[in-house]
């Protein structure tokens, strides 16, 4: 973990309500792994106190910065927002655990929604610069949620896109878009992040087709550092099932799972 100050090149916004924020962080950036992600202090002030937990979206080691996408929804994202091109803000990070890739060979197919598609544009462009077959499948609620083609640029041979409304690719939900890619292609290696609804349909998909499931999970984290306990997930334990005391850290302990590992109980 590397305590950087940063400086925000740029903040624009992309899709309706979500930012991208690039910034000069030679360090992290030379650390930085698909899956991690890094707690920033969005205000040099004392309001908002907290960090703000932020997956990385992609990272540029030679030119040293990192890029993050976050959704304006709360204090800290507007916060964020409101900060200017060269403001400098503290930043820990890489944090967490990285996506482990598959096999040589393996086809993958990435699944995103809302703010859980970052981590999948960073796994994405690391998975096809390593030569895997590649499909990314991305949900949102509207047309005007999803990312342009653009910003998608290297992530994966084939993108797939689902609206709640219609309004943009399949109407309906994002499993539908990988029920399918798994039926056609046999991949077997699933990567996943976004709402808990979301990421569990993903997982009972995958293992219909048996194919390996790894998940990032969405938590708040008051520190993310292991420290306060606040962003834990329940597990089973070896046996297979479910006890008083067998949960885990989000922060320290992922936010990258194997799906079999969390218990899916409402």
């Given at each position: 973990m590397?305590?950087e100050t940063v400086?925000?090149?740029?903040?624009?916004?992309v899709?309706?309500d979500?930012?991208?924020?690039?910034?000069?962080a030679?360090?992290?950036?030379g650390?930085?792994?698909?899956?991690?992600?890094?707690?920033?202090?969005?205000?040099?002030?004392?309001?908002?106190f907290?960090?703000?937990?932020?997956?990385?979206c992609?990272v540029?080691p030679?030119?040293g910065y990192?890029?993050?996408?976050?959704?304006?929804?709360?204090?800290?994202t507007?916060?964020l927002?409101?900060?200017?091109?060269?403001?400098?803000?503290s930043?820990?990070g890489p944090?967490?655990?990285?996506f482990?890739?598959?096999?040589k060979?393996?086809d993958c197919?990435l699944v995103g929604?809302?703010?859980g598609?970052p981590p999948?544009?960073?796994?994405?462009r690391?998975?096809?610069?390593?030569?895997?077959d590649?499909a990314?499948?991305?949900?949102?609620?509207s047309?005007a949620?999803?990312?342009?083609d653009?910003?998608l640029?290297?992530?994966?041979l084939?993108?797939g896109?689902?609206?709640d409304?219609g309004?943009l690719?399949?109407?309906g939900?994002v499993?539908?878009?990988l029920?399918?890619?798994?039926?056609?292609?046999?991949?077997?290696?699933?990567?996943?992040?976004?709402p808990?609804?979301?990421?569990?349909a993903?997982?009972?998909v995958s293992?219909?087709f048996?194919?390996a499931?790894?998940?990032?999970?969405e938590e708040?984290m008051?520190?993310g550092?292991?420290?306060?306990?606040?962003?834990v997930v329940?597990?089973e334990n070896?046996d297979g099932?479910t006890?008083?005391g067998d949960y885990?850290r989000?922060?320290?302990?992922?936010p990258v799972?194997?799906?079999?590992e969390?218990c899916?109980?409402?």
């Open positions: 590397i305590d400086r925000i090149l740029t903040n624009r916004e899709a309706e979500f930012y991208l924020a690039r910034l000069a030679p360090h992290i950036a650390e930085a792994l698909p899956g991690q992600f890094v707690n920033l202090k969005v205000n040099a002030g004392v309001t908002p907290l960090r703000m937990p932020l997956s990385v992609d540029n030679d030119a990192i890029d993050v996408l976050y959704q304006e929804a709360g204090p800290k507007q916060a927002c409101k900060q200017p091109i060269g403001e400098e803000l930043c820990l944090l967490g655990h990285p482990t890739h598959p096999d060979g393996t197919v929604g809302g703010i598609v999948m544009i960073f796994l994405g690391r998975l096809m610069r390593e030569g895997f590649v990314l499948l991305i949900g949102a609620r047309a949620k999803h990312l342009s653009e910003l640029e290297g992530t994966a084939r993108i896109r689902a609206t409304d309004s690719g399949h109407c939900l499993t539908d878009l029920r399918q890619e798994l039926e056609s292609t046999g991949s077997k290696a699933v990567y996943t992040c976004g808990h609804a979301m990421i569990e993903v997982a009972d293992r219909e048996d194919a499931c790894q998940v990032s999970l708040y008051a520190c550092i292991g420290i306060c306990v606040g962003c329940r597990v070896a099932k006890e008083y885990k989000i922060c320290v302990d992922g799972f194997d799906a079999r969390i899916w109980e409402h």
